[in-house]
Structures are given as C-alpha cells and as structure tokens.
C-alpha cells in the first residue's frame, strides 16, 4: 500500500493511498496472456470494433486474428507448468520458455510490419517490451 500526503503553502493538504502489485516473469506472462486473449475475443466477436481499447476505428483484418492465436499458443508453451517453479524456469527445458518468449515476439513483430492490421502499434509494442523484460529477468537469474 503506498500512501501519499500533499500539503500546499496555504496549509491545505489531501491525502490518497493505492495498491502497487509487482508482477514475477510468471505473472506477467499470465497478465499479458489475458489481454491478448481479450483483444483476440473482441476481434473474433464484434461485428463493430469502434471504440474498443487498442483497436483502430475499422474492421480488424484476419490476419491481426491469426498472428494473436500463434502468439497466445506460443505464451501457452512458455507458461507450462512443467518448466516453471516459483519465479524461476527449471534448468532442463528452460529454454523452451525462451523459445516460446521469442516464438510470441515474433508474431507481435509481424502485426507491427503489417501495415494492413487494425489493433494499434502502440498496444502490441507494449507487450513485446514486456516480452523482452521477462526474457532478461529470466536470463539474470
């Protein structure tokens, strides 16, 4: 819990308190798993994508649709529990994950190239950011 306190000149003051969560490699791997999921639920579902988070005002292209399902079941590899203990991978089969890792920055690389795909840059480049920070906390422990 981090809790603020502002006091101005005047002596007013306000105070707010929030909750920080710190995410493990595992756990952001679930978090981005979840979104990507829900924006390929939004592309395969909607008829009328305006308006929806992370997604340009037209019609998704398939294409954006294949490159999610081929990232997510890379992610699906990577988050095997047989490769997993606590934050670390185990050593024999490791670097399955990081295959996996790559296998998923891959396909999100692509949706950046392609100039026909509707979900926006900004969303995928945060998520294969994310990607590469895991591969290295991963690398470093």
Same mark, same amino acid.
């Given at each position: 819990?981090?809790?603020?306190?502002?006091? *101005?000149? =005047? *002596?007013?003051?306000?105070?707010? =308190?929030?909750?920080?969560?710190?995410? @493990?490699?595992? @756990?952001?791997?679930?978090?981005?798993?979840?979104? !990507?999921?829900?924006?390929?639920?939004? $592309?395969?579902?909607?008829?009328?994508? =305006? *308006?929806?988070? *992370?997604?340009?005002?037209?019609?998704?292209?398939?294409? /954006?649709?294949?490159?999610?399902?081929?990232?997510?079941?890379?992610?699906?590899?990577?988050?095997?529990?047989?490769?997993?203990?606590?934050?670390?991978?185990?050593?024999? @089969?490791?670097?399955?994950?990081?295959?996996?890792?790559? @296998?998923?920055?891959?396909?999100?690389?692509? !949706?950046?190239?392609?100039?026909? =795909?509707?979900?926006?840059? !900004?969303?995928?480049?945060?998520?294969? /950011?994310?990607?590469?920070?895991?591969?290295? $906390?991963?690398?470093?422990?």
């Amino acid at each position: 819990m981090v809790k603020c306190t502002a006091t *101005g000149v =005047s *002596g007013l003051g306000a105070q707010c =308190s929030f909750t920080v969560t710190v995410l @493990g490699p595992n @756990g952001t791997l679930v978090q981005l798993q979840t979104e !990507m999921a829900a924006l390929l639920n939004e $592309l395969t579902n909607a008829p009328a994508l =305006s *308006g929806v988070q *992370g997604i340009a005002p037209a019609v998704a292209g398939p294409q /954006d649709c294949e490159h999610l399902e081929r990232a997510l079941a890379h992610l699906d590899q990577a988050l095997s529990s047989a490769w997993w203990w606590m934050r670390h991978i185990w050593f024999q @089969g490791g670097h399955l994950v990081f295959e996996a890792v790559k @296998g998923t920055i891959q396909e999100l690389l692509a !949706m950046l190239k392609d100039n026909a =795909s509707q979900v926006e840059d !900004m969303v995928v480049q945060d998520w294969v /950011d994310r990607l590469v920070k895991v591969a290295r $906390l991963l690398a470093g422990d």
